[in-house]
């Protein structure tokens, strides 16, 4: 959730803020993720279907790294257009791997504890994402460092995409559990 909540918080700013793009211009650079977004989502349950948790939860997260440290690289670039196919990666990757992550955690528990599992899961994302939010904000609070604080937030938040990776590697069969 740091990655995504971040990654928009700090994205829209550096499209409004540092590159003076219109609010409805800023929200249009995220359209093409969410487009991406809505296929992530799609073929999530099917690729789980057919290979597992693992594969589209590794992937995705993969997917998202990528994705945040081509904004790295670019940010300095100032191209509205590069920002917004560099967003791409991050909504398609998150919406494939979140559905998986979620099944996971479900079956990681006994039927009778599946409400507070999914109750606890879901403070968690919201409680990653407002942190990402308050520490990537005050990485961008001078004009003249934005895009430093820019890319050491987003290069933060592809750290910890890039070790959720690795531990969901560990992430076993439905029927080794």
């Known amino acids: 959730m740091a990655g995504n909540f971040g990654n928009?918080?700090?994205?829209?700013?550096?499209?409004?803020?540092h590159l003076?793009?219109?609010?409805?211009?800023?929200?249009?650079?995220?359209l093409p993720s969410a487009l991406f977004a809505i296929a992530g989502n799609l073929a999530s349950g099917p690729v789980t279907n057919r290979f597992g948790a693992r594969v589209?939860?590794?992937a995705g997260l993969l997917s998202m790294t990528v994705g945040l440290l081509a904004l790295v690289i670019t940010a300095p670039l100032a191209q509205p257009v590069i920002t917004t196919l560099c967003l791409i990666p991050?909504?398609?990757?998150?919406?494939l791997a979140m559905p998986s992550v979620t099944s996971v955690v479900l079956e990681g528990v006994p039927a009778e504890r599946s409400g507070t599992a999914s109750a606890v899961f879901n403070t968690f994302r919201q409680v990653g994402g407002a942190v990402a939010i308050a520490v990537f904000g005050s990485m961008i609070t001078k004009p003249d460092q934005f895009v430093t604080g820019m890319q050491t937030s987003l290069t933060i938040a592809a750290a910890c995409l890039l070790a959720s990776a690795l531990i969901s590697l560990g992430i076993q069969p439905r029927h080794h559990r």
């Open 56 to 58: 589209p939860v590794v």
């Open 8 to 17: 928009v918080f700090v994205v829209s700013l550096y499209l409004q803020q």
């Open 20 to 30: 003076g793009l219109p609010p409805a211009q800023a929200g249009l650079a995220f």
């Open 90 to 95: 991050i909504g398609a990757g998150g919406s």
